[in-house]
């Protein structure tokens, strides 16, 4: 079932282009046919399929925030996490933070070089900012750039990158210079320079590459316009924007996967569809998914026109996440006992979910950045 064509209580189809809404057929398409089938045998695996890095490739995925828009962007990303959100992950890493800040703070022959296959999906980027003592609070990190002639090297361990172990380029943050936070910067390193590991042991995203980086005097490239932690939280908001996308898509598969379930299972003679309990749980999904798929659509409107703020972003990732998390939670008790297997999708995605609350500034740190928006006062200080 794809997001739109079952599942839009407010109709927030009617709010897009028909261009938009083909955009989307397409993606939704692509989801069924070439995602969908690999989520459960990935996750089970614990692997990244390269015919995942294909398909994401080839519907346009990568870099589709810079080619073809915002609301482009978050279509694709609500119908690929509607089969995991590890696979949205690659999509989301690569395109929102190893292309865009080529895109927007690299030099024209770093774009030139990078661009075209990262685009392809030739190429793989990971984006190296969390480190094993520096996690909520990137100020912290402690990778260390020093120049040397022309070049800087670069001395740290980073950990949690996505992508990581088969990234031919890794968007590495260091600090050059001092300690605080304005000393960060932002690097391009290739692969050979940095040397990089799995995380073993994941009992979410499984079916994404989770990498630790070493990095003993690496070669990096700075980006010539990512001086300062602001840089690299710019890059955040564009990905925290496809993930408030994404969760919807994860919380659609839920609730499409317990409405066909309770429909057909009997217990005490009847459908456990026609419990009042069970249909409270599904109308209770039918409306935050509504909900949020408006608030979507008027994320995306914001960021067409430059106006979409910061805070906005870190409202809608908080939201939507806690939601889709709700939704699984939901969905994994009205499917009992066959809830807790991979046959149904409903535990791939509540496991899941628990690391997109996580990553990308974890639900409580964007709690902090709402209450200090509602208060003024900042309790990072
Ligand atoms: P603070 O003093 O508030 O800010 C430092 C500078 O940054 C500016 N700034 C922002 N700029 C753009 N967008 C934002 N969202 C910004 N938030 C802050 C700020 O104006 C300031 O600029 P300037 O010029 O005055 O220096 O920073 P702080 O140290 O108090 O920290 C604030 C906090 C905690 C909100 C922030 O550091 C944070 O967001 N922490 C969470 C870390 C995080 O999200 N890490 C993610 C790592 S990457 C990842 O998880 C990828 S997952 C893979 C996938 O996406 O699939
Ligand atoms: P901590 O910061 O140690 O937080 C632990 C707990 O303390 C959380 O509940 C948090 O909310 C709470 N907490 C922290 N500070 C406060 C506070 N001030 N007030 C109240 N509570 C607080 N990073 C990258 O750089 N690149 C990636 O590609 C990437 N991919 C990831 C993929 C996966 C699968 C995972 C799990 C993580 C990934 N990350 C990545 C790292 C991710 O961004 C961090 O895990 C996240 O920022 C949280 O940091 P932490 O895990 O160190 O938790």
Known sequence: ????????????????????????????????????????????????????????????????????????????????????????????????????PIHALGSPEQKAKWLPRLRSGEALGCFALTEPLSGSDPASLQTRAVPEGALWRLTGHKRWATNGNKAEVAVVWAKAGGDDARSIRGFLVERGQFQARPIPGKMSLRASDSAELMLDGAVGE????????????????????????????????????????????????????????????????????????????????????????????????????????????????????NGITLAYPPIRHLLNLETVKTYEGTHDVHTLVLGKHITGLDAFA
Request: charge should be neutral; charged fraction near 20%; include cysteine.
């Open 1 to 100: 079932m794809n997001c739109h064509a079952e599942l839009d209580p407010l109709e927030a189809s009617s709010l897009l282009s028909a261009a938009e809404r083909s955009l989307r057929d397409a993606a939704a398409r692509a989801t069924d046919e070439r995602l969908l089938p690999l989520a459960a045998g990935a996750f089970e695996k614990g692997e990244m399929p390269d015919a995942v890095v294909s398909a994401l490739a080839q519907m346009g995925a990568f870099g589709a925030s810079i080619h073809l828009g915002p609301m482009a962007y978050g279509l694709m990303m609500q119908e690929i996490e509607r089969a995991d959100s590890g696979f949205r992950s690659c999509a989301s890493v690569q395109t929102s933070l190893v292309m865009w």
């Open 222 to 337: 700075p980006l010539p316009g990512a001086t300062g932690l602001g840089a690299a939280l710019k890059c955040l908001n564009e990905a925290r924007y496809g993930i408030a996308w994404g969760a919807v898509g994860a919380a659609t598969a839920c609730f499409a996967a317990a409405r066909d379930y309770v429909k057909e299972r009997k217990q005490f003679g009847k459908p456990l569809g026609s419990f009042q309990l069970v249909q409270e749980k599904l109308a209770r999904m039918y409306t935050d998914i509504g909900l949020a798929q408006l608030a979507c659509v008027q994320l995306a409107r914001l960021k067409e026109r430059n106006a979409l703020t910061p805070v906005q972003v870190s409202f809608a990732k908080r939201a939507h996440v806690a939601m889709a998390l709700e939704a699984a939670r939901s969905a994994r008790d009205l499917l009992g006992a």
